[in-house]
């Protein structure tokens, strides 16, 4: 199902999203003001005014930090041409970057006019916001992009982020595996009772709800990218059979599998 959206949002107090989370469309995350830091996957980067962030279709990610105004672009592959998908493609790989003072200026006063019409007009139709992305992606692509390099996380007594993403990377290199508190407790050199501690304070979510969003995200992105049978995903995914990945995945996301890639 095709999905746009402008959306701006501003806070005042520090925020963080409650848990990790990913979606079946791109997100570009365009940072106006403020300082942000953004969990993906197993990888940190701290953005601040005038970043931008673009996180792909089934990828684990969470922001978190200090007061902020954002404006945030939603759009679903397929309403993509073959070059727009490749240059988000390459984005992603990147995760971060900003733009030259003037390019940066003239992007973010291009969003912010976008997200303030689609807020006085909530009826503003799909070919509109179509429109109001291509020009933005054309702006992008025809911009010099400048990385913005991955945070150095140093572990000290109270900030355990670096243990934790090696954590992540772990989980998300061994989706397939049986992967218990046991063997990452062993693995990590700490009790499973610190782990699951330390893993909740940093992530917001325990080390069990963090395996299974993984593990959905990729069956999603299996189901919609490739024509692989429910038992060869099931097995990719960490699924003991076809049947138990049927249940669990209708569980979570309210259909099955099958009519999941159906849909998409």
Same mark, same amino acid.
């Given at each position: *199902?095709?999905?746009?959206?402008?959306?701006?949002?501003? &806070?005042? &107090?520090?925020?963080?999203?409650?848990?990790?989370?990913?979606?079946?469309?791109?997100?570009?995350?365009?940072?106006?003001?403020?300082?942000?830091?953004?969990?993906?996957?197993?990888?940190?980067?701290?953005?601040?005014?005038?970043?931008?962030?673009?996180?792909?279709?089934?990828?684990?990610?969470?922001?978190?930090?200090?007061?902020?105004?954002?404006?945030?672009?939603?759009?679903?592959?397929?309403?993509?041409?073959?070059?727009? =998908?490749?240059?988000?493609?390459?984005?992603?790989? *990147?995760?971060?970057?900003?733009?030259?003072?003037?390019?940066?200026?003239?992007?973010?006063?291009?969003?912010?006019?976008?997200?303030?019409?689609?807020?006085?007009?909530?009826?503003?139709? &799909?070919?509109?916001? !179509? =429109?109001?992305?291509?020009?933005?992606?054309?702006?992008?692509?025809?911009?010099?992009? !400048?990385?913005?390099?991955?945070?150095? +996380? +140093?572990?000290?007594?109270? %900030?355990?982020?670096?243990?934790?993403?090696?954590?992540?990377?772990?989980? $998300? =290199?061994?989706?397939?595996?049986?992967?218990?508190?046991?063997?990452?407790?062993?693995?990590?050199? !700490?009790?499973?009772?610190?782990?699951?501690?330390?893993?909740?304070?940093? *992530?917001?979510?325990? !080390?069990?709800?963090?395996?299974?969003?993984?593990?959905?995200?990729?069956?999603?992105?299996?189901?919609?990218?490739?024509?692989?049978?429910?038992?060869?995903?099931?097995? $990719?995914? /960490?699924?003991?059979?076809? $049947?138990?990945?049927?249940?669990?995945? &209708?569980? %979570? +996301? /309210?259909?099955?599998?099958?009519?999941?890639?159906?849909?998409?």
């Amino acid at each position: *199902m095709s999905f746009i959206e402008i959306e701006y949002r501003e &806070k005042h &107090k520090p925020f963080a999203m409650t848990a990790l989370q990913s979606h079946d469309y791109y997100e570009i995350y365009c940072l106006a003001e403020g300082d942000r830091q953004v969990f993906f996957e197993s990888r940190m980067f701290t953005l601040t005014g005038g970043s931008i962030c673009v996180i792909p279709p089934f990828r684990m990610h969470k922001m978190e930090g200090g007061p902020y105004r954002r404006i945030n672009l939603y759009i679903s592959p397929d309403l993509l041409d073959s070059s727009e =998908g490749d240059f988000l493609s390459e984005c992603s790989d *990147m995760v971060a970057f900003s733009l030259t003072e003037e390019r940066g200026k003239l992007f973010f006063s291009l969003i912010e006019a976008a997200a303030e019409e689609c807020a006085a007009d909530g009826h503003k139709g &799909k070919k509109y916001l !179509v =429109g109001i992305m291509k020009t933005l992606l054309f702006l992008l692509r025809t911009s010099s992009l !400048v990385p913005i390099p991955e945070a150095t +996380v +140093v572990r000290t007594e109270k %900030n355990d982020k670096s243990q934790v993403l090696q954590i992540i990377d772990y989980i $998300n =290199g061994h989706l397939e595996q049986s992967i218990s508190l046991d063997l990452l407790s062993e693995k990590f050199f !700490v009790s499973k009772n610190t782990l699951c501690k330390r893993f909740r304070r940093e *992530m917001k979510c325990s !080390v069990a709800e963090y395996i299974s969003g993984a593990r959905l995200s990729l069956a999603k992105n299996l189901l919609v990218t490739t024509a692989l049978p429910m038992d060869k995903i099931a097995e $990719n995914c /960490g699924y003991s059979s076809a $049947n138990y990945f049927s249940l669990i995945f &209708k569980k %979570n +996301v /309210g259909i099955s599998p099958l009519n999941y890639r159906k849909k998409k």
